[in-house]
């Protein structure tokens, strides 16, 4: 049986896998608007975290699509290939692994 429709049998249960569900989406968002502003793949944790809020909170699925549509508008205005900006987002998640792995040894 799936956990979450085990879990969602009764009205408790459903409370507290939207709070589950609202923490572990709303960290991961706020983990993602953080590396915005620093290194890593923001958007891409941004859009993550806002995709776990979707499958529980119709507002998220609303937000994740008009950031979506952003993002596609400036990538437009960037005039570079896709290749490159395929090249340059995925160099950004590697370095971004890296460095995690590099500060968790510490």
């Known amino acids: 049986m799936n956990i979450r429709i085990w879990i969602k049998k009764t009205p408790v ?3 507290a896998w939207r709070v589950f569900i609202g923490v572990i989406g709303g960290g991961i968002t706020v983990a993602g608007a953080v ?3 620093g290194p890593g793949p923001g958007i891409l944790i941004l859009l993550a ?12 699925g609303r937000v ?16 570079m290939k896709p290749w490159v900006k395929y090249f340059l ?3 950004g998640a590697v370095l971004s692994i890296i460095m995690i792995f590099i500060l968790h040894s510490r």
């Open 13 to 15: 249960g459903r409370i």
């Open 35 to 37: 590396a915005l502003i």
């Open 49 to 60: 975290g806002l995709g776990i809020l979707a499958t529980e909170f119709a507002w998220a």
């Open 64 to 79: 994740m699509m008009h950031t979506k549509r952003i993002a596609a508008k400036a990538a437009e205005r960037t005039g």
């Open 89 to 91: 987002i995925s160099g």
